[in-house]
């Protein structure tokens, strides 16, 4: 009896941290079903994303003051450089890329686009630090690649107008947040990982609302209260509760262990894309998905790299 009751907290801290890994995959999914619902409201995916940077801004300025107080230590110009150029590349460019994407191409579509951001991660380390590329890993990545392939033709054969255009954004969208991975490692191993995100986010929300104020006029937020109601759900659901989310799931389950349970992300999309926007469900969305997150867990299992949060 003792021992049970000495392995319970265990127990419930692995289960806890599970559950967390789980919340935050489907809640980070999620943010495609927003938009697209978002967009039956005519409204433009710049308008959209200023809303959402909006509503998450005033936490990201929370936990950069929170992180600042416990790490006093200035920025270099260096830091600070990074930081503007990486939040401009890796959130707000992969936004808007992602944002436009998703007005052309299904939101089962765009999340296993999303999901291949470590192979392209890997394929950037290899040309910028002369990093090879072994066997198993290029086989995963061929598998990944032929699973985007299947759910490509598929939903051509749906005659989606516009679709060879969304991929193409939602791609640049994915290689940019690599490059940003890429980047970012320097910098956050001396700014801290807390730190060195939030700033980047509150970059990248300046820059989506000085883009919104520059390209449209104020008659721009004359949106329906379901808008408004759908960018703040993104904001707290698929933006600010999954980053609390994953870093309490890592401290309890540890990195790996959260990456492997986010693999669920391109099925919950696929399933809440059938649930909400009555996208198919069909055994090739289901057959690419699975070659996808096939290669992206080979990869992620045969990866050196080790995030500490």
């Not at 300046?206 to 004359?222: G, R």
Request: proline fraction near 2%; aromatic fraction near 12%; glycine fraction near 8%.
């Amino acid at each position: 009896m003792g021992i049970q009751s000495k392995n319970f907290p265990v127990n419930r801290e692995v289960f806890i941290g599970v559950i967390f890994a789980l919340l935050a995959a489907v809640g980070s999914s999620g943010k495609a079903i927003f938009i697209k619902l978002a967009y039956q409201d005519n409204v433009d995916a710049i308008t959209l994303l200023a809303l959402r940077m909006a509503f998450s801004v005033p936490f990201f300025i929370g936990v950069a003051i929170w992180a600042k107080r416990r790490n006093a230590a200035p920025l270099s110009r260096h830091d600070r450089l990074m930081v503007l150029g990486l939040g401009l590349i890796g959130y707000y460019l992969s936004s808007f890329l992602d944002f436009c994407g998703l007005q052309y191409i299904s939101a089962g579509l765009e999340r296993l686009i999303l999901f291949l951001y470590p192979t392209m991660t890997v394929i950037l380390s290899a040309l910028i630090y002369k990093q090879s590329i072994g066997k198993k890993i290029i086989s995963a990545m061929v598998l990944s690649y032929f699973g985007i392939v299947l759910v490509f033709f598929h939903d051509v054969e749906m005659k989606q107008s516009g679709i060879l255009l969304g991929t193409a954004l939602v791609f640049a969208s994915t290689l940019s947040y690599s490059v940003y991975l890429v980047g970012a490692g320097h910098s956050i191993a001396r700014i801290g990982v807390a730190r060195f995100t939030a700033y980047s986010m509150v970059v990248a929300s300046l820059a989506s609302l000085l883009q919104l104020a520059v390209t449209h006029p104020w008659s721009a937020f004359n949106l329906s209260a379901k808008v408004y109601e759908l960018a703040l759900s993104m904001a707290i659901f698929s933006t600010i509760l999954p980053v609390f989310l994953v870093g309490y799931a890592i401290r309890c389950i540890g990195a790996g262990r959260a990456s492997l349970i986010g693999t669920i992300g391109p099925v919950s999309t696929i399933y809440m894309a059938y649930l909400f926007l009555g996208e198919s469900m069909t055994f090739m969305r289901i057959a690419g998905s699975l070659f996808v997150m096939a290669g992206v867990l080979i990869i992620s299992l045969n990866s050196n790299k080790r995030v500490d949060y």
